[in-house]
C-alpha cells in the first residue's frame, strides 16, 4: 500500500473530522509514523467505567476526553484510527495514513488499524446494549473505505486477538468480529431504524396552551392537565400512570426528562417544562427496572484496556433514576445528576446496611429492587 494523500480520507455528512470534534492541536496523528504495507484491522471497545453518551449531542466531547485520556498519558495523540459511536457518526482519530497507538504492541499498532466502538459496557458479567445497528454498520462503512485504499478487510480481528495483550477488549463488539458483521460486504445492520410510532406520534404533536397551573408534589397536584401532560410523557416513551395526578412516578419522569433536556431541574412542571414535552426532540425513555448496569464509585480503574486514562464513576440516566428515587425516600443525594459519585455511594452504603443487603457500595439488582420495595423506615 501506498502511502496516499489526505483527500483519500473517508467523507460524509456521519463523519467528523478532527477540526469537527474539536482535536486538541497537540496531539500529533503521526507520532507512531505512517503505517506501511496492507493492515488488517483491529476492534476496540470502551467500557462503562467511562460511560458512552446517551445523546450524540454529547459524542464529541467524550471523543475530547479520550483524546486528553491519551495524551496526558504519556500518547502522541488520541491513539485510535476512528472511532464510531452508538448514532452512526464516524470519528477520525489518527486516520487512515498513520499507525495507531491502541494495539497494544508494536507488531499490533504496525500491523492493524484501530477502530474503536464507543459502546459502553459493563466491566462485570452484564452488558448494557451499548452497541447499535448504526454502530455496527458505521464499523463497516470505515472498513469498506480502508479495502479500497489497501488495507485487508477480512483480517478483522479483537484487540485482544493480538499476540502479546490480555485484555477483554472489544467486550460486546466480540460477537460481531466473530459473526462476520463488519465484513464489508456484510448485510447483518443493513436494517436501518424507523423511529417507533410512539416516537413519531410524540414528535408530530402541537403543544396545547399551558393551563397555567404548576406540577407540584408533594402533595400531588390534581388536574384535568396532569393527566394531558401524563398523556404526552407516555406517547414520548415514558411509563408513569395517566390518572390527573402528578405523583411520585410522574414526578421522577418530570426530573429526568428535565436534565436530559437541560431545564432547570426542580420536579415541577411549569411552562417550559410542559413546552419541551411537545416541542423537544424524543430521544431514548428512561425505565425504572433494573438498567442491567451495576453502579460504582471506583478510586482505582478496573478495567486493563482503559484504567490508565478513564475515570471510574458510572454516569449514566439510569443512574438519575435511582438518585431521584433516593431523594424520594428521604436521603440526602446531592445533585440529581447521573453520575454515581461519592454521595450516591455514601447513600447506597448507608442504604444497604439499614436494609441488611450487602454492603459494597455497589448499586446492582437488589440494592435497586430495595429502593422501591423496602419500606421507607
Ligand atoms: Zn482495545
Ligand atoms: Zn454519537
Excluded at 467524550?62 to 495523540?77: A, K, M
Excluded at 484487540?159 to 463488539?173: A, V
Excluded at 404548576?214 to 400512570?241: C, I, K, Y
Amino acid at each position: 500500500m501506498t502511502l496516499s494523500t489526505q483527500s483519500d480520507e473517508i467523507t460524509g455528512e456521519d463523519v467528523v473530522t478532527r477540526q469537527g470534534w474539536g482535536a486538541d492541536p497537540d496531539g500529533d496523528p503521526s507520532g507512531n509514523g505512517p503505517i506501511e504495507g496492507s493492515p488488517g484491522i483491529a476492534i476496540h471497545y470502551t467500557g462503562s467505567i467511562w460511560p458512552v453518551p446517551i445523546l450524540h449531542r454529547n459524542c464529541d466531547e467524550y471523543v475530547r476526553g479520550i483524546q486528553e485520556g491519551h495524551l496526558s498519558g504519556d500518547y502522541d495523540d488520541i491513539a485510535y484510527n476512528y472511532l464510531v459511536c452508538r448514532h452512526g457518526y464516524i470519528y477520525i482519530g489518527r486516520g487512515y495514513q498513520y499507525e495507531s497507538a491502541a494495539n497494544g504492541t508494536d507488531f499490533g499498532n504496525a500491523t492493524y488499524y484501530a477502530i474503536c466502538g464507543l459502546t459502553g459496557v459493563l466491566d462485570g458479567p452484564v452488558l448494557i446494549p451499548g452497541t447499535t445497528p448504526p454502530l455496527v454498520s458505521a464499523v463497516r462503512r470505515v472498513i469498506a473505505h480502508l479495502e479500497t485504499l489497501g488495507a485487508i478487510a477480512s483480517d478483522i480481528v479483537g484487540h485482544g486477538d493480538i499476540p502479546g495483550n490480555d485484555t477483554l477488549c472489544p467486550g460486546n463488539l466480540r460477537p460481531y468480529v466473530e459473526d462476520g458483521s463488519f465484513q464489508p460486504e456484510s448485510t447483518t445492520a443493513e436494517t436501518v431504524l424507523t423511529p417507533d410510532a410512539h416516537i413519531r406520534a410524540a414528535q408530530a404533536a402541537e403543544p396545547p396552551d399551558w393551563p397555567g397551573v404548576e406540577f407540584t408534589n408533594p402533595p400531588p397536584t390534581e388536574h384535568a392537565s396532569v393527566q394531558v401532560w401524563q398523556e404526552q410523557m407516555v406517547t414520548r416513551g415514558w411509563r408513569l400512570d395517566v390518572d390527573g395526578v402528578y405523583g411520585n412516578r410522574s414526578q421522577i419522569a418530570c426530573r429526568l426528562f428535565q436534565a436530559e433536556k437541560a431545564l432547570d431541574v426542580d420536579g415541577i412542571v411549569g411552562e417550559q417544562t410542559w413546552n419541551a414535552a411537545w416541542t423537544e426532540p424524543v430521544t431514548e425513555p428512561v425505565d425504572w427496572t433494573w438498567p442491567g448496569l451495576y453502579f460504582r464509585y471506583e478510586t482505582a480503574g478496573l478495567h486493563p484496556d482503559i484504567s490508565r486514562s478513564y475515570p471510574s464513576v458510572t454516569t449514566h440516566t439510569s443512574v438519575s433514576v435511582w438518585q431521584s428515587q433516593m431523594a424520594y425516600r428521604g436521603w440526602d443525594v446531592g445533585s440529581v445528576d447521573g453520575v454515581y459519585g461519592t454521595q450516591s455511594q455514601a447513600v447506597c452504603l448507608a442504604f444497604q446496611e439499614e436494609k441488611g443487603l450487602t454492603a459494597d457500595g455497589i448499586v446492582g439488582p437488589e440494592t435497586w429492587a430495595a429502593s422501591w420495595d423496602a419500606p421507607v423506615d
